[in-house]
Every structure is written in C-alpha cells, then in structure tokens.
C-alpha cells in the first residue's frame, strides 16, 4: 500500500465542525460511564476488522495509558480464544463483531449476551461507540492515515 493519501491533522483543519462533531460523539459512551478500557477494546476490534492501521494503533496507544494489560491487547483478535477476557468484554467484542460487519445483522444470541451484561442504556452507549469508530476507521482508510509512531521511552 502507498502513502497516506491524506492526513488525520489534514482532516481536522478541512473540516474542523465535522471533526468536533464525530469527536463530541465518541465521547459519550465514555461519559455516559462506560469503562474506558473496554470501550478501547471494543474500537481496536472494529479497527481490526476495518483494515484502520491509524486507529489500530492510536487506540493500542490510549489501550496502554488506560493500563490494560499486553496480553488483552494483543489477543483481542482471537478473544474468543483466550481466557483474559470477562463476561462483559466477550460480550462487547461479539457485539462490536456484529455491528461492524453487519452480515446478517445482530443475532439475538450475540444481542441477548450483551444485554445480559450490559444494561439498556449502557447498551444504546455502547453501539454508539461502534458506529463511531467504524465512522473514524472509514476516515483512517479512504484517506490512509499514517499511524502513530510509539513515543519513545524515557
């Protein structure tokens, strides 16, 4: 793949109401009380399965701050796979799964695993945050944002 076509920095100066405006939504799950760390799992997971290597890694990047730990990083694409993960996260993932690929929409299996754990606001939030990242990762892949290098450690 080429060079970024654009870059995110770019985006905010062409369009800064519609960069305050997705950046006002993709806040809310957070402010509604959802835990910070797994709403960062929920979008590197979407991010994954959208090809989005900027919010891949951005979103590892505020992961890392947030203190959740390497092995649920890293394994968040086989999270089915490995035992790190809660009901609650298994629960998001599955559901993060569904929304962004939407073949075939959300089962009511994966609906009914979510809404067993989560509660209907939390639930409404939660989707909030999918649809928003999956917003971001459409940004990050038509233009190509370059990602984040990791800062250096001091």
């Not at 951005?58 to 990083?73: F, N, T």
Request: net charge neutral; with cysteine.
């Amino acid at each position: 793949m080429s060079h970024a076509r654009s870059e995110y920095a770019d985006f905010t100066r062409q369009a800064p109401e519609l960069y305050q405006a997705i950046l006002a939504v993709s806040q809310q799950a957070a402010k509604a009380g959802l835990d910070k760390q797994l709403l960062e799992l929920v979008k590197i997971r979407a991010s994954q399965i959208n090809g989005c290597a900027f919010c891949v890694q951005h979103h590892i990047l505020v992961a890392e701050k947030l203190g959740v730990s390497a092995d649920k990083i890293n394994l968040v694409v086989a999270w089915r796979e490995a035992p790190q993960f809660s009901d609650r996260e298994r629960a998001a993932l599955a559901f993060t799964e569904a929304l962004t690929q939407l073949v075939g929409g959300v089962s009511d299996a994966v609906y009914d695993e979510a809404r067993a754990v989560f509660s209907e606001t939390e639930l409404v939030f939660l989707t909030s945050a999918i649809g928003v990242i999956n917003l971001w990762n459409r940004f990050g892949v038509a233009f190509r944002w370059t990602p984040a290098e990791r800062p250096a450690a001091r």
